[in-house]
């Protein structure tokens, strides 16, 4: 049982529940109290003691019906459980699996232990072979889906396949009908092995491979991103912004450090003669991040405001207040469409509205300053994405100084590499003397970083 | 033989507690068989009004226990939760013993002695006596043990959190001037969340987590037959289903069971027999609380009076 479990705890953190030591021995303790006859007690114990929030909880349930859907017959027999048990030995090798059931008499017949399990069709005990055959192949390592057929192989090998196939052989030219029905069932067999590999992969291997996946996304140049990828890459962003606000929306009592209050200590302490039993302390006053975001939505850089207008969006608890503007050719104001709507709609309607011209910059930033200015205040933080390519048109770099001037910060984040800053109609260059800082943004990994240094300035 | 046991425990701890009037789903009832089993806290999380601070009064009430609660807040810190020092007894007491200290020292000789006497003196002032136990340290000197519970922990500040580790693991506090102070019998400990913030994984650990949804249909009557008794049966059924139609809408805040309970009890006050257009639109602001949740539920309400009536058929 307690193999059983451990195997448990293994597929949970596949599924990518933290299962740590203390609270694998917690389970333990809950499982020792429940017992194991009531399968949905079961479920409900491991479930409080292992999952600490409610995804969690929907993964680990999931996992745990996957888990126990396996073999069951395993659940009403103990003997399955001790050949399992036994099937552990570390020097378990093939052979001596195969053997060691060879050893328990030979059939009359002079078939194989795996081929007599089959021809007696007794399911249970087949299915405990394979459980044990699949702790001795390590199905639990199994991490990518291309390992399927590898540890098909070894399960069956460690079942006896080669006895089987001599026992096939030889009975091909002595019982021909029995071969049949042999071969049938080794058939069969095989796709019962086929399934239980899928299993432990779908058990073990989910969160490596999703690891592996959002690395290949994290790095992936955003505005070349294909249409299937879109959707991965908006979780991707969630996932992101859930990150950022753990670390930043915690409530900080750094604050309350600071000088003595001396007119407030003594007033506080007036009933005790002026002795200072409670002292007060002078708060730090800390604001919270104000920003505004001014996105260019024209060709290229569209997909990498997209991605980066969900994210600042999706940072409430850690950003006070967010004004979002995108524009090509001119500038509008899109924050009440990405509160109001969903990703997908808000998108559609700000490209319906501004989107695909050719850009501007400097009518884009003509209209800023004639509409929005006084949205900036000492604290807020400017973020202006955009290649800066102002199709040879004035890029009116003049407003941006006054921009960088009413701001705490101006921050350009630029989706094209520093090589071409500069050449073609780029004018970077220009910019980048009003901004405090200008940085590349062109994947997920740099956009995260970006934000967070920008929030971070804040703390 | 244990596994029978545990079976007929839980169900024993679901009877308990629908004693005192709080119908519990088989997930909370087996929390509360675990928690006592291995001596472990709960915390219980899911959204407003769902009986999250209800079961820990259950609980206390069951088992004919105390409750002790300690509401959180932001700035909430020691001074407030665990024990404070009573500056002003401190003060009165040395001024009243001020002329005793003369004598007291007068017999010493030299500065030194009378350093040393002091001393001891020193000691009388940070005992026992003049410890202000707030609810934490009041839940671990319970002689009788206690329930204690930590109610809206996420709007603490995340220090607290790291106060109440210590408690939560191995009920006791340490109190620098007086040592460590021990549970006399381990309190059972309810935290409860509105997950406004996301808790730190040490207290997570620390903890059973449990989370208490919007209850199924047949629970959610249950609980309305428990609490509001005269209500009749139709009718529960009916409101019950409504209010199930009303959770699928896309609102600003759901109504959860205070909210079905205090609406069984404005159905009975009108004396509704059953559920129609007028009666549900003249009620809606008991069960949402926002002007723009009213709006959109308005237009669906005949729909979903039709659709609470037809479940019932088959129900």
Known sequence: MREN????????????????????????????????????????????????????????????????????????QPEADDSDEASQDPDQSPSSSSASEAGEGQP????????????????????????????????????YSTQRGIFSSRILDAMGLQRLRDDLDELTSTNPAL?????????????????????????????????????????????????????????????????????????????????????????????????????????????????????????????????????????????????????????????????KKSPEEAMAEIMSKVGFGSSDYGSSLVDFEKDFMSALTPQTTVIVLGDARSNNLDPRADILRRVSERSKRLVWLNPEGRLAWGFGDSEMPRYATFCSVVRQCATAQQLERAVSDIVATYQ | ??????????????????????????????????????????????????????????????????MIRLQCYEGLDEAKALYEWKYAKQLLYTQILKDKLGEVLGGAQTLHAALEQLHDFGDVFFS???????????????????????????????????????????FQVTIPELGTVSAIT?????????????????????????????PEQRLEERIVESRVPNISQTLRRQMVGFIHEIRSLDLKKLPSVSETIDWARVLVLLQAAELDTEIVKDTLNVLLKYEADIEAAHPQITTFIAKAARSNVFG
């Open chain 1, 108 to 143: 009359p017949e002079g078939l194989g232990p795996l081929a007599q399990m089959l021809m007696s069709q007794d399911r249970n005990s087949i299915a405990a072979a394979i459980a044990s055959a699949s702790g001795a192949a390590s199905l639990s390592d199994i991490r």
């Open chain 2, 1 to 66: 033989m244990a596994e029978q046991k545990a079976s007929t425990s839980i169900e024993a701890v679901e009877s308990g507690l629908a004693a005192q009037g709080y119908i519990a789903s088989r997930q909370i009832a087996t929390a509360v068989y675990l928690s006592q089993q291995i001596e472990k806290p709960i915390l219980v999380e899911g959204p407003a009004g769902v009986g999250k601070t209800e079961l820990a009064k259950a609980i206390a009430a069951w088992r004919g226990m105390k």
């Open chain 2, 128 to 170: 026992k006596e003049f410890v202000e136990p707030r609810p934490l340290l009041q839940a671990l000197e319970q002689p009788g043990g206690c329930v204690l519970l930590i109610d809206e922990i996420d709007k603490s500040d995340a220090e607290f959190e790291s106060l109440l580790l210590e408690i939560l693991s191995d």
């Open chain 1, 5 to 76: 479990l451990h195997r448990f705890f293994r597929a949970a953190r596949g599924a990518g529940v933290h299962v740590s030591p203390a609270e694998s021995i917690d389970a333990m303790r809950a499982v020792a109290q429940v017992g194991l006859t009531d399968r949905a007690i079961l479920r409900d114990a491991l479930l409080l003691t292992l999952a600490k929030s409610q995804d969690e909880k929907l993964a680990l349930g999931d996992c745990f019906d996957l888990f126990f859907s396996q073999p069951e017959p395993r659940q009403d």
């Open chain 1, 179 to 339: 071969a049949e029905r042999l071969r049938a069932a080794l058939d069969a067999l095989r796709e019962a092995v086929r399934d239980t590999v899928s299993q432990g992969l779908a058990l073990y291997a989910r969160e490596e491979a999703e690891n592996l996946r959002n690395e290949i996304l994290r790095n992936a140049p955003l505005a070349r991103i294909e249409r299937r990828q879109v959707a991965e890459m908006r979780a991707l962003i969630r996932q992101i912004a859930r990150r950022l606000r753990e670390r930043y929306s915690k409530p900080r009592k750094r604050q309350r450090r600071g000088h003595l209050d001396v007119r407030r200590t003594l007033r506080r302490n007036a009933a005790w003669g002026g002795v200072p039993f409670l002292t007060a302390w002078k708060r730090k006053h800390r604001d919270r991040p104000k920003i505004v975001a001014i996105c260019d939505v024209s060709g290229s850089v569209a997909q990498v405001s997209d991605f980066f207008l969900l994210l600042i969006h999706s940072l409430h608890e850690v950003v006070d207040d967010v004004r979002s503007f995108a524009f090509s050719s001119h500038l509008i104001e899109v924050s009440e469409i990405l509160e």
């Open chain 2, 186 to 214: 381990p309190p059972t400990v309810i935290l409860t969340s509105n997950s406004e913030r996301d808790l730190g994984d040490a207290l997570k650990r620390r903890c059973l987590h449990l989370h208490i949804g919007f």
